[in-house]
């Protein structure tokens, strides 16, 4: 019996990563590597590489890489156990019958969630602890069968009542802290993650729960919290109501996307259900990916407020580079969807949507504020707009929005299609920020011996960057199944690009046991360091509470140093030099 896992291994071994990107990409020999133009992003001169040696590729404009079977899963839009069980069937390599173990975990994982959402749902009608989530409901004037349609709970305040729940109904609880429902305490116990919260579970596209978010009632911090990544939940590319909307939007022509859980409630609460929420995640590639895959109709209903157009703004760049030319919808100064609904009915929003500006003019607008009218300005501006442009894939609607937003901007149509000096940024590529990361994540790489002595050190809970340290324990899993570094794939496309940058990376030529002493050195500063850090923390807390204000300054003070000196090595030149930190 083989799983999706090994399937890959083998798809690793079988498939020549050259031959596959040919078939999209025209791939011309360059010193050891091929390079091409990148098919995921516009560009004149090739930036996208092919190293036969690695079987990786890598894009240095726009930041995509991977694997044979990254750069499928990103060319075609498929998971990854889409993509190894399409490309498995084109090289004739046996899939799994039946249930494969990850499927298993996975299943395992739905169903603790979904007892969770039973356990929240429950409280939330019937607890009389309840009752503020019941009357904040009520303020915000969402009905039960809104309620119940979006499957809101409640959590209580008390700090383990889900662990001793779940545990008493037989869940294994190290799988329930998985799934990012409750933590563990130093004595072995358990409490919940979510206490004293209204709970709106998130579903995906079948359906099941894959997470939950919780909005505080009453006063503290944070306003809402989310569960973290977890191997069925991946922020980027999930819509709060995608599920629920999908048919409203299919049936509507056209889809809105707003910001909050409140702003999609209160909107389906007066009958407008063709809505997506972002819900405090920065829209991404794979967000607008999800949404091309519905229809390509899209309207932005962001606050009326700076920092709401600066997010519309935002996200058109995102949309554009997916083909997708949202309208903009203007609310009216201090209104949010939520609020304007409540005010003034349904109607209110359906008046706005025939008056959302086309993308162009949004452009025109916002860069015109953005800069001042002076020569530098519209210098600066036209920049802006060339770069949002140039990762417009079609160039003949490229073109055409060139001609429109050159209009708005009095300036021939050339200056916004010029190649820009630099690329477009990457959004989903996450560099190898921290440098102690990359170090730890190449020393695996190159020395996959020094796996044990890694984990014994648990560096894990040292890496900051959280794409970093999920890399790491995969490849960790990875290669105590016995799976080599060079056959293991990552299943997520941003661990694939992070993965990639990671071989194409210089790493100095010294013996593991070199690597490891470094290693060792920047583990016990960095454990010195964040020990050093807890106790300000504890410090600076009790002189807050205690009403000591020269102490506080004084602490605060050292404490701004430390972070600085931290922020300034992280930064330092020279391999390693750049390790350390
Ligand atoms: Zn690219």
């Known amino acids: 019996m083989v799983n999706l896992r090994e399937v890959a291994i083998r798809l690793r071994e079988v498939i020549n990563i050259v031959d596959l990107v040919s078939e999209y990409v025209a791939l011309k020999k360059v010193g050891r590597n091929y390079v091409?133009?990148?098919?995921?992003?516009?560009?004149?001169?090739?930036?996208?590489?092919?190293?036969?040696?690695?079987?990786?590729?890598?894009?240095?404009?726009?930041?995509?890489?991977?694997?044979a079977i990254g750069f499928y899963m990103r060319i075609s839009g498929l998971s990854f156990?889409?993509?190894?069980?399409?490309?498995?069937?084109?090289?004739?390599?046996?899939?799994?019958?039946?249930?494969?173990?990850?499927?298993?975990?996975?299943?395992?994982?739905?169903?603790?969630?979904?007892k969770a959402l039973r356990f929240f749902r429950h409280l939330l009608k019937s607890a009389p602890e309840a009752e503020i989530a019941r009357e904040h409901l009520r303020e915000?004037?969402?009905?039960?069968?809104?309620?119940?349609?979006?499957?809101?709970?409640?959590?209580?305040?008390?700090?383990?009542?889900?662990?001793?729940?779940?545990?008493?109904?037989?869940?294994?609880?190290?799988?329930?802290?998985?799934?990012?429902?409750?933590?563990?305490?130093?004595?072995?116990?358990?409490y919940d993650r979510f206490r004293g919260r209204l709970i709106f579970p998130l579903r995906d596209q079948q359906g099941r729960v894959v997470a939950f978010a919780?909005?505080?009632?009453?006063?503290?911090?944070?306003?809402?919290?989310?569960?973290?990544?977890?191997?069925?939940?991946?922020?980027?590319?999930?819509?709060?109501g995608l599920y629920e909307a999908r048919s409203p939007i299919r049936e509507r022509g056209f889809g809105l996307v707003v910001e909050g859980y409140f702003d999609l409630l209160s909107l389906w609460e007066k009958g407008i259900r063709n809505v997506v929420a972002t819900c405090g995640t920065a829209l991404t590639r794979e967000h607008a990916r999800l949404l091309k895959r519905l229809l390509r109709t899209w309207y932005l209903v962001f606050d009326g407020d700076e920092a709401g157009r600066r997010a519309a703004y935002r996200a058109l760049g995102i949309f554009f580079q997916e083909g997708i030319f949202p309208r903009v919808v203007f609310l009216p100064q201090g209104e949010d969807p939520d609020s304007l609904v409540r005010r003034f009915g349904p109607e209110a929003m359906e008046e706005l949507l025939p008056k959302a500006r086309s993308p162009e003019s949004f452009l025109v607008d916002y860069v015109r504020q953005a800069f001042p009218p002076d020569p530098e300005g519209k210098?600066?501006?036209?920049?802006?707009?060339?770069?949002?442009?140039?990762?417009?894939?079609?160039?003949?609607?490229?073109?055409?929005?060139?001609?429109?937003v050159a209009e708005g901007l009095d300036v021939p149509e050339r200056f916004l299609l010029e190649s820009p000096p630099q690329p477009t940024p990457p959004t989903s590529t996450?560099?190898?920020?921290?440098?102690?990361?990359?170090?730890?994540?190449?020393?695996?790489?190159?020395?996959?011996?020094?796996?044990?002595?890694?984990?014994?050190?648990?560096?894990?809970?040292?890496?900051?960057?959280?794409?970093?340290?999920?890399?790491?324990?995969?490849?960790?899993?990875?290669?105590?199944?016995?799976?080599?570094?060079?056959?293991?794939?990552?299943?997520?496309?941003?661990?694939?690009?992070?993965?990639?940058?990671?071989?194409?990376?210089?790493?100095?030529?010294?013996?593991?046991?070199?690597?490891?002493?470094?290693?060792?050195?920047?583990?016990?500063?960095?454990?010195?360091?964040?020990?050093?850090?807890?106790?300000?923390?504890?410090?600076?807390?009790?002189?807050?509470?205690?009403g000591r204000k020269e102490d506080l300054a004084r602490l605060l003070k050292a404490y701004a140093d430390l972070c600085l000196e931290r922020s300034i090595k992280r930064r330092g030149e020279g391999v390693y030099e750049s390790f350390s930190s």
Not at 219 to 238: A, D, I, M, Q
């Open 36 to 67: 091409g133009l990148c098919p995921f992003h516009t560009e004149s001169k090739p930036s996208f590489t092919v190293s036969e040696e690695k079987q990786i590729f890598r894009c240095f404009g726009c930041g995509a890489g991977g694997d």
């Open 81 to 114: 156990p889409e993509a190894v069980r399409e490309l498995a069937q084109r090289y004739h390599l046996p899939l799994p019958r039946g249930d494969s173990g990850e499927g298993k975990k996975y299943d395992r994982l739905y169903r603790v969630n979904e």
């Open 140 to 190: 915000r004037e969402i009905s039960e069968s809104t309620a119940e349609n979006f499957a809101l709970g409640y959590a209580p305040a008390e700090g383990s009542a889900l662990a001793a729940h779940l545990r008493l109904s037989g869940v294994d609880l190290a799988l329930a802290e998985e799934a990012g429902l409750i933590l563990p305490r130093e004595d072995g116990s358990y």
């Open 214 to 240: 919780g909005r505080i009632l009453g006063p503290g911090e944070p306003k809402y919290l989310n569960s973290p990544e977890t191997p069925v939940y991946h922020k980027s590319r999930y819509l709060y």
């Open 379 to 404: 210098s600066a501006a036209v920049a802006e707009v060339r770069k949002i442009l140039s990762g417009v894939p079609d160039p003949v609607i490229r073109y055409e929005y060139a001609r429109r």
């Open 430 to 546: 996450p560099a190898a920020e921290d440098p102690f990361g990359k170090l730890i994540l190449q020393a695996l790489l190159h020395h996959p011996s020094l796996a044990a002595e890694l984990k014994a050190l648990r560096v894990e809970d040292l890496l900051r960057d959280p794409s970093q340290q999920s890399l790491y324990l995969r490849l960790l899993e990875a290669l105590e199944e016995g799976c080599p570094p060079e056959r293991f794939s990552p299943e997520d496309p941003e661990l694939q690009s992070l993965y990639s940058e990671l071989f194409f990376s210089p790493f100095p030529e010294d013996s593991a046991e070199k690597i490891l002493l470094e290693i060792k050195e920047s583990v016990l500063r960095r454990r010195f360091r964040e020990r050093e850090r807890e106790r300000f923390l504890r410090e600076i807390k009790e002189a807050e509470s205690s």
